[in-house]
């Protein structure tokens, strides 16, 4: 039986949390005397809404199961974003329900694809309000009300275990609330870093402080059309890739390594792989890039930030990497399908999958040679055990297979095969750029009003990866026995 009082109480605390973090966009309407009612008006509708769920079942009913648990963070995103986009829709800026839809679940799940062709016009409320969404979807709202929601009387673990649902065991604190508070001054640390760094290096404060939330967020809408391109700084663009590829890091490894236990860091396996890919990647696009008549220090720089962007999934651009021949193309658009590391801000499969993958594979030779050999996989210094294995096996497997279903869906609706594939595997990815007609200077815009949606429901897939969102369509988890 599910427990439908604590999964509303739940609800209405996330819809005042929205509301509240609307308040800095109605600041910057007021500062830059803009109307500032489709935000106030927003607010309150979520608070009212929320208000009135959490009020309403204000009595603790039962402790949270695993079951409800993937059921609040399913309906979370879904509330989040039909609550997220009011103000677009109130502010006529967006005014179409599959734009808005589009344009907030691509913020939340840190995406970064747009549908807005002229990104400059947005008033600047409206515009830090679409940044939010990316901040808040970046580390997770469940992570968020994990640390609070113990103030309110309610339990934690299960949403935690349901927003990350990846193989990594890596704890901070045996706590799950401490986690999520120690993980999240981690994450606001580095925002203000990054926002501070970007001024200094000559964004205005306005600027500063939406590439600082998207960065972090590795979501990458940004307050210019041209993205990252339209700051011609070598400082402003290495700052990007800093912070980006923090981002793309498992923010526990980031911990350890704030507070001096170097040893962790060196310790993880996914780590020094996410470290030499990025690198090895750089060097080897850096050829192509170079051809095209970029001094050295450009080249490797367009190179190494391009490769930092897709592999973290920010989805930032400071060029057309399409323009470098069908060789670079290919290679960066494998590069959706890497992901940053497990317990970082990023999307996608996620270096740890990929990992387990390739030890796994490489070590069934050696069984197939020594058949009664226990041969361990060993990743961390841990043994990895075959419940976690299957679990990826059967997640890569899923996450081919949505990538093959969902290219076929959009190419039946007359959409031509590169950018069926493109689109696809960004929106899976949570990346933002990919080739075809949904390139790294395109946008989202032209798609019909059901390719947005579809996609839009691609975007949560993505971000939810697969298993918490899926688990919803199967028969036995509606059972009451």
């Known amino acids: 039986m599910i427990h439908h009082r604590e999964i509303a109480k739940i609800m209405g605390a996330l819809l005042v949390l929205i509301a509240l973090l609307m ?244 310790r993880s396996d996914e780590f020094k792989a996410y470290t030499i890919a990025v690198l090895a990647l750089a060097v080897i696009l850096f050829y192509p890039i170079a051809a095209g008549g970029n001094d050295y220090e450009l080249a490797f720089r367009k190179s190494l930030f391009q490769v930092v962007s897709l592999v973290t999934t920010t989805g930032y651009v400071t060029d057309d990497y399409t323009q470098y021949g069908q060789g670079a193309t290919f290679i960066f658009f494998m590069l959706l399908f890497l992901g940053g590391s497990a317990g970082s801000t990023a999307g996608g499969i996620k270096f740890v999958r990929h990992l387990t993958f390739i030890k796994n594979s490489w070590l069934e030779f050696k069984r197939l040679i020594h058949p009664r050999a226990v041969v361990p996989l060993v990743i961390n210094g841990d043994r990895v055990t075959g419940r976690i294995i299957t679990h990826i096996m059967n997640f890569l497997l899923i996450y081919l297979l949505t990538f093959v279903l969902g290219s076929l869906a959009l190419s039946l609706m007359g959409y031509d095969l590169a950018t069926s594939l493109g689109a696809v595997a960004t929106s899976l990815g949570n990346v933002g750029p990919a080739i075809g007609q949904v390139g790294p200077v395109d946008n989202f815009a032209f798609f019909s009003p059901i390719a947005k949606i579809f996609l839009s429901f691609i975007m949560l897939l993505g971000r939810l990866e697969l298993f918490t969102l899926l688990i919803l369509f199967t028969p036995f988890f509606w059972r009451t026995n």
């Open 23 to 266: 308040l800095p966009a109605v600041g910057f309407s007021w500062y830059y005397d803009e109307n500032a009612w489709p935000l106030l008006i927003s607010m309150g509708i979520s608070g009212l809404v929320g208000s009135i769920l959490f009020l309403s079942f204000s009595k603790q009913d039962q402790n949270i199961r695993k079951r409800e648990g993937y059921l609040i963070v399913a309906l979370s995103w879904i509330f989040m974003s039909l609550f997220g986009m009011l103000p677009y829709i109130l502010s006529h800026q967006i005014p179409s329900f599959e734009d808005a839809i589009f344009e907030t679940v691509s913020g939340l799940t840190t995406t970064g694809a747009t549908i807005l062709t002229d990104i400059e016009v947005m008033p600047k409320g409206i515009l830090f309000w679409r940044s939010m969404t990316q901040w808040i979807g970046g580390l997770g709202i469940i992570v968020l009300t994990v640390a609070i929601f113990p103030l309110l009387g309610i339990g934690g673990i299960e949403l935690f275990v349901a927003e990350s649902p990846g193989p990594t065991s890596d704890k901070v604190h045996p706590r799950i609330s401490e986690t999520a508070k120690r993980l999240w001054y981690v994450y606001v640390g580095l925002t203000l870093s990054a926002t501070l760094l970007y001024w200094v290096g000559g964004m205005t404060f306005f600027d500063a402080i939406n590439h600082g939330l998207t960065t972090m967020a590795t979501g990458g809408f940004s307050t210019k059309n041209a993205s990252m391109a339209y700051f011609d700084s070598a400082f402003i663009q290495y700052v990007a890739i800093f912070f980006m590829f923090l981002a793309g890091t498992n923010f526990t490894i980031i911990y350890f390594g704030l507070i001096g236990k170097v040893r962790r860091v060196l």
